[in-house]
């Protein structure tokens, strides 16, 4: 099975900041990574699939990048509505979730 | 616009069994394969199971092996889970995902329902 780490765990963070989260695979997933955001009490929401496409809707503000083992979700510029759980996914053998980044107001 | 209504969950004894239902429209649900993913209260996601556009292909997370099975029915646009077995760590809200592509693991989960929520508890 493919382990999935994001780092950190939880980030403080002001409006207007970039910020960066990391996602690690235990073995390499290629570019089958997915990013998702959810916020309290509601679904997860597609962001970003192959390591850097950027989904239909989703704001420029957010960006992915990496291949293999490494992959970064980026927000240049954080907004009000950004403040949520942040997920990655692997999708080149089964389907596994990193933990969960947790996007706090500081 | 598509959505995807989760029904089904509910209180249920351990070992007791629970079908869940996740009707689907706005989009040809015969052509996307599907999946289910759960969260448990104040935990992260996990995969639980995905199925193929025909229905011939299964699959599964281990933990769930043997004692649910996941099903659809193209004619009425509607995805199943047959959870069997039941145990106090299978309580989660269970999320019905539609995958971008038509084969299990080509594409992300581009759409979720609102989930339904399955308590095990005596």
């Known amino acids: 099975d493919i382990q999935m780490t994001q780092s950190p765990s939880t980030l403080s963070a002001s409006v207007g900041d970039k910020v960066t989260i990391t996602c690690r695979a235990s073995q390499s997933v290629d570019r089958w990574l997915a990013w998702y955001q959810q916020k309290p009490g509601k679904a997860p929401n597609l962001l970003i699939y192959k390591a850097s496409t950027l989904e239909s809707g989703v704001p420029s503000r957010f960006s992915g990048s990496g291949s293999g083992t490494k992959f970064t979700l980026t927000i240049s510029s954080l907004q009000p509505d950004d403040f949520a759980t942040y997920y990655c996914q692997q999708y080149i053998s089964y389907f596994s979730f990193g933990q969960g980044t947790k996007l706090e107001m500081k | 616009e598509v959505q995807l209504l989760e029904s089904g969950g509910g209180l249920v004894q351990p070992g007791g069994s629970l079908r869940l239902s996740c009707e689907a429209s706005?989009?040809?649900?015969?052509?996307?394969?599907m999946t289910w993913v759960r969260q448990a209260p104040g935990r992260g996601l996990e995969w639980v199971s995905a199925?193929?556009?025909?229905?011939?292909?299964?699959y599964y997370t281990d933990s769930v092996k043997g004692r649910f099975t996941i099903s659809r029915d193209n004619s009425k646009n509607t995805l199943y889970l047959q959870l069997n077995s039941l145990r106090a760590e299978d309580t989660a809200v269970y999320y019905c995902?539609?995958?971008?592509?038509?084969?299990?693991?080509?594409?992300?989960?581009?759409?979720w329902g609102q989930g339904t929520l399955v308590t095990v508890s005596s």
């Open positions: 199925i193929s556009v025909s229905g011939y292909s299964a």
């Open positions: 995902v539609k995958d971008q592509g038509e084969e299990v693991g080509i594409g992300a989960f581009d759409f």
């Open positions: 706005g989009f040809t649900f015969s052509s996307y394969a």
